[in-house]
């Protein structure tokens, strides 16, 4: 079954594996072995469970958008992770990370973030469990999400602003993986998104694999079936594997958004880097390309190992949307239901309404992985103030 | 590179290792003047996009020789043209193999006059398929052994290394330290408790008195940063040439 755990050597078919240097390989297997025994231990999988009740607010909802739905002639559920402290979908691999590194006596939590909300995620599970935290984001990203820059600063993290390469998600990646390999010892890495090596995709998507539990729960309850359709957007992918994760074995069609300027599926090739093989955007030589997308969260050219291989069997689809449809979908969003959400997920959202006249009529079930708040500013310069658009 | 280091080694030498970026400005001359000051083999660096391995001096250097146009083919092309005497290898990130396809990549590696590679975002667990396509073609594959890296390992992975076994001196990337790490000697003597094939400590060896004090118990060092340093300064080869000769006379004994 697809969905289900990958090989001993991490892999998902071809995709996967554990490209790190060997300094790193030792805390891998440590993760790895820790991982296992935690998820097998009931006290662990009930107290991250609880944390993520008591402290973050789960279960998130299932909301019917009536007014869209009406318009776009589809019926449109929203899986609300936007309603989750801090914000997104974030907090429940955050949490199931920290209670690992804890249990592995690990004082100090690295992480690397795009838009702000994994690193907002890993600075509050650092507050609450009184850890050292160090947020590596790009230069371009501290400029355009300066209000998460601040919200970690204002729970105790250090942040700090990377300068090389193309200064957004992917070198964050680099500069956490360099400070990893120099402070392994005490240090957890915690990864935000279901990519690098092994056991992170796997341990990532399990934390998010709450979000499809709950979903098709919720959807039996609501609409008694099945949804024609999830959708999620996609950028290392782990808001998409956690709720694609509870339909695996449905009838739905699978689809991850991804921006056109950051699709890895669309246009990338299997390559190697962040310590996993997968489809990546690369030049004629294997040079990594520079993702550009309107949403932080996205700008990353390469996927998770698990969407490569969904993808390459064909249980997934990846279509990419184009900045201007997504600034489209956050307005119409906005304005049609009252939630304003995060740009990655309107990515979702712009791909139902270009693909409304071929799903019409189909129960669509898109993951809100985010709020918006953090965009205001930046849609602010886009929109212009007061705009009456 | 193994039976040229060893021979020099047996014979009671030092091993001193250059490390040059492939395609940063005078880089052909830069590697020339290290082995005419005493490098016993050259490391040349092809840059890639994501170098995690590295510090901000090699970063640096991989940046701007990427900005300038380097591709692999452009640094493997001025190979054969280097007048050094000693053996070649390339240091550089597993993309760079794994995109044109493990056979290809070590094909053009040993048509260019490289005798082996150093791949340090390829762990032994993954090595494998490279190794064999690279034996095949005739390049060695050099593997790093880390201060992490546990015992129950370590035979293993120094039986694979071919050329030299590099023992990584820190838990750390690329770059130059004040001070020599502690972990730089125990690496080292864990590595040549269990093979007898050369041991050259690289990473966060910055000056003459750490070399010799690693090699009191390594049978080298791999110099990196320090050399690019003296690049991005503007010390240009013969600059690089005066730092490898104050090493090669440290080693030395003098
Ligand atoms: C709200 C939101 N959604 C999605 C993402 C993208 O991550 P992933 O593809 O792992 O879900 C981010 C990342 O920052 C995010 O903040």
């Known amino acids: 079954m697809v969905m289900s755990d990958p090989t001993e050597e991490g892999r998902f078919g071809e995709f996967g594996g554990r490209f790190v240097p060997e300094t790193l390989i030792p805390a891998c297997e440590e993760l790895e072995q820790a991982f296992r025994e935690a998820w097998n231990d009931a006290a662990f999988v009930e107290e991250f469970h609880r944390i993520l009740i008591d402290y973050g607010g789960r279960p998130s909802p299932l909301t019917e958008c009536y007014r869209l739905s009406e318009q776009l002639g589809v019926r449109l559920l929203l899986k ?52 050292e935290c160090k947020v590596y984001m790009g230069q371009v990203d501290v400029a355009r999400q300066e209000l998460n820059v601040f919200r970690m600063q204002l729970m105790g993290a250090e942040v700090e602003s990377v300068s090389s390469g193309s200064k957004t998600l992917k070198d964050a990646v680099n500069e956490a993986m360099r400070d990893w390999v120099a402070t ?32 098709r729960e919720q959807c039996q309850a609501l609409v008694k079936q099945d949804p024609d359709v999830v959708v999620a957007c996609v950028g ?25 300027g950051g699709a890895a599926v669309g246009r990338g090739v299997p390559g190697v880097v962040h310590g996993m093989v997968s489809y990546l955007m690369q030049d004629e030589v294997g040079q990594v390309q520079e993702a550009e997308s309107i949403s932080a969260g996205l700008d990353y050219p390469g ?59 189909q129960v669509v079930l898109l993951n809100l992985s985010g709020r918006g708040d953090k965009d205001v500013d930046q849609m602010m310069d886009i929109l212009g103030p007061g705009s009456d658009r | 590179m193994e039976g040229f280091l060893r021979e020099r080694r047996d014979a009671g030498r030092k091993l001193l290792i250059a490390y040059i970026t492939g395609g940063y400005e005078g880089w052909q001359a830069a590697v020339e003047t290290a082995a005419a000051a005493g490098a016993d083999a050259i490391e040349i660096g092809i840059p ?27 640094v493997l092309a001025a190979v054969p043209d280097l007048d050094t005497g000693v053996p070649h290898a390339v240091m550089t990130y597993y993309n760079l193999a794994h995109h044109p396809g493990h056979e290809r990549f070590a094909a053009t590696l040993a048509s260019s006059g490289i005798d082996a590679a150093i791949l340090p975002d390829l762990p032994l667990v993954e090595s494998g398929p490279w190794r064999e396509a690279a034996a095949l073609a005739g390049v060695e594959t ?53 093979t007898d094939k050369p041991v050259l400590t690289g990473v966060g060896i910055g000056s003459p008195e750490q070399a010799v004090t690693a090699c009191e118990v390594a049978d080298g060092v791999i110099i990196g940063s320090a050399v690019v340093r003296r690049l991005l300064d503007g010390g240009g080869a013969d600059g690089v040439g005066e730092l490898i000769a104050s090493y090669r006379e440290a080693l030395d004994g003098g």
């Open chain 1, 80 to 131: 609300r992770e936007d309603l989750n402290h801090t914000g997104s979908h974030k907090i429940n691999n955050v949490i199931g990370q920290a209670l690992l590194a804890r249990r592995m006596g690990k004082s100090r939590l690295v992480a690397e973030t795009g838009a702000g909300q994994h690193g907002v995620a890993t600075a509050t599970a650092a507050a609450l469990f009184d850890m």
């Open chain 1, 184 to 215: 392994v010892e005490n240090t957890h890495y915690c990864l935000g998104s279901v990519m690098g090596p092994h056991p992170y995709p796997w341990m990532v998507r399990t934390f998010h694999h709450v979000i499809g539990d709950e979903a």
């Open chain 1, 236 to 260: 290392g992918g782990s808001n998409a594997a956690g709720i694609f994760s509870g339909f695996a074995d449905a009838n739905s069609r699978l689809v991850g958004v991804e921006p056109a």
């Open chain 1, 303 to 361: 996927v998770g190992p698990e969407h490569a291989y969904l993808a390459s069997v064909g249980r997934a689809e990846y279509p990419s949307v184009t900045d201007e449809e997504v600034v489209e979908a956050f307005q119409l969003l906005s304005r049609t239901e009252g939630i304003i959400p995060a740009l990655e997920s309107a990515h979702a959202l712009a791909w139902v309404v270009r693909e409304s006249t071929s799903l019409k009529g």
């Open chain 2, 48 to 74: 890639f996009s994501d170098p995690v391995m590295d510090g901000p001096v090699i970063q640096e250097a991989s940046q701007t020789a990427l900005d300038a146009g380097a591709t692999p083919a452009s």
């Open chain 2, 142 to 194: 050099i593997m790093l052994a880390a201060p992490t890296t546990p015992d129950t390992r370590l035979p293993e992975l120094c039986e694979a290394s071919k050329g030299f076994v590099y023992a990584v001196g820190l838990l750390g990337v690329t770059g130059e330290r004040a001070a020599l790490a502690s972990t730089a000697t125990e690496i080292a003597q864990r590595c040549k408790r269990v």
